[in-house]
């Protein structure tokens, strides 16, 4: 008889190439010179990014994919990036939550730091009469898509112990996720 075998198997990071995809939807946004968003969903549909949420094989799987995928739109939605990034971004976070399967929806985690900075946005793309990104940011508000948070992850051990099982950096990003300048 056998003893017992210890099966090695490795966990990877949930949202693994998200960040390249919605990087690529973002480009390829940016060429079009444009804010509008139907600009934005004529690539969203023909990069097929409503079925992102798809292959998920469970709930907490899901829950923790929407998570990362909210936090990486996120990034795009705030400073340094320009006008046209920092909508798509915004844009990106709309088509995110309203394509989720979760029922209910979860919501962006936003921490009071960059919800100013989003406000910031909206009187931006107010003042330039950019109606798209304006109808969208109120939208998102009047649907309370937000969830106004101190820390954008929840606090727990879980972190500590995801950092230790994914050491890998190429898995998980770790809690020093570095954007592009």
Known sequence: ??????IHQ????????VKSDIET????????KSVRYEEFVRLWREGNYSLIHAGR?????????VEETFK????FALPPYSLQVRVAGVYTLYGLYHSQRSKPKQKVRIPL???????????EVKKHRHLDADYIIRKMI???VFEHVA???????CPLVRRELFSDSSVWPGPNFQTPD
């Not at 094989?57 to 994919?65: C, D, K």
């Open 151 to 157: 820390y954008p992850a929840p606090l727990s051990v």
């Open 113 to 123: 730091s960059c919800w100013k900075d989003l406000l910031d946005l909206h009187e």
């Open 142 to 144: 009047h649907d309370d």
């Open 57 to 65: 094989s469970g709930l907490r799987e899901n829950r923790e994919f």
């Open 1 to 6: 008889m056998k003893g017992n075998v210890r």
């Open 72 to 75: 990486i739109a996120l990034v």
């Open 25 to 32: 939807l973002l480009q390829k946004f940016v060429d079009t």
């Open 10 to 17: 490795r966990v990877r990071y949930p949202a693994a190439g």
